[in-house]
Every structure is written in C-alpha cells, then in structure tokens.
C-alpha cells in the first residue's frame, strides 16, 4: 500500500523556507458562541482571500495559510496582515474569527461537521470521534532539502515538544 499524497516526499521546493497554517473559530451572536458558517463566508471572500481561506473539518472553523517565505518575520507579517484582512471581511456578515485550542462553552452534540466532501468522508470513516469538539491550531510548515534533514531535525526538536 503507498502513502498518501500529502505524506509524499516533496522534492524541488526552496529549502529553509517557512509556512504557517491556523485553524480559526467562527463565532457569531451576542455570546460569541460557534457558528456554522464556514461554507457561506467562503463563498462571500473575495477571490484573493479565497486562495488562503478553507473550509475544515467542522462547519464552525475555517484555516487560513500564508505563503511560503524565506523568513520566520516574513510568514509572521503575512499571516497578521491576513487575519486582519479576514478580519474585515467577517465584520460584514456579522460575524467574527478567533484562536484558541478550543471554545470553552463549544460542545460536541452541537458541532457540526463541514458539507465539504472531504469531511464528510472522514465523518463516515471515523463517526463521532470526527464530529466531537472541535480543536483549533496553528501548524508551521518547515521546508527542509531532504528526508534525512528533516529526521535531523526532528531529533533535534523532541527534547523541545513537551514544552510547547
């Protein structure tokens, strides 16, 4: 059986190169609470922002990713200046985006998972463990020149993950 494409090796990308992923929260109301919104303020984004912007895996959450860059400072500033920009644009459908690991009122009976055909075959796969709370991250993506750089470096930073 072979991997899937994402756990392929990837040759040919710029080494050294950063790139950051963020789960966001949608949140709407007086209250704040979880909205299930992520497929209308998608569809609403300007074809610009829409590039960066995604539906994930609970209809409550979207993921915004930066480009790839040369410089930790430089992925930083792009992905303020997009959270601010998708900032804006949820003020106008009334609704709001936020980071954290999780919601703290958020619970699983009332999460609903995205309409997106990918998430909803991970629904069917996985059940309920697909639908409970959602969880909310930030991933950054490190471009390194070959398999054995990044195992180098992954021996280097697991003293390190407890911490984080």
Do not use: N
Not at 25 to 44: Q, W
Not at 124 to 139: I, K, M, Q, S
Not at 148 to 153: G, H, Q, S, T, V
Request: aromatic share 4%.
């Amino acid at each position: 059986m072979s991997a899937p494409a994402w756990a392929e090796w990837r040759r040919g990308g710029a080494p050294y190169t950063v790139g950051v992923e963020e789960e966001l929260m949608i949140l709407g109301g007086d209250r704040l609470l979880l909205t299930p919104a992520a497929p209308r303020v998608v569809e609403a984004l300007p074809p610009v922002l829409r590039e960066r912007v995604s539906p994930e895996t609970h209809a409550s959450a979207l993921e915004i990713h930066t480009e790839v860059h040369r410089a930790v400072a430089d992925a930083t500033a792009d992905l303020g200046a997009l959270r601010a920009t998708l900032a804006r644009e949820l003020e106008v459908l009334g609704l709001r985006a936020a980071s954290a690991g999780t919601h703290p009122l958020a619970l699983g009976l009332d999460t609903q998972v995205s309409p997106h055909e990918r998430y909803q075959h991970i629904y069917r796969d996985l059940g309920e463990l697909a639908r409970r709370e959602p969880t909310f991250a930030l991933h950054v993506h490190a471009g390194v020149p070959t398999p054995e750089a990044a195992l180098r470096a992954y021996d280097h930073l697991r003293i390190h993950v407890p911490l984080l």
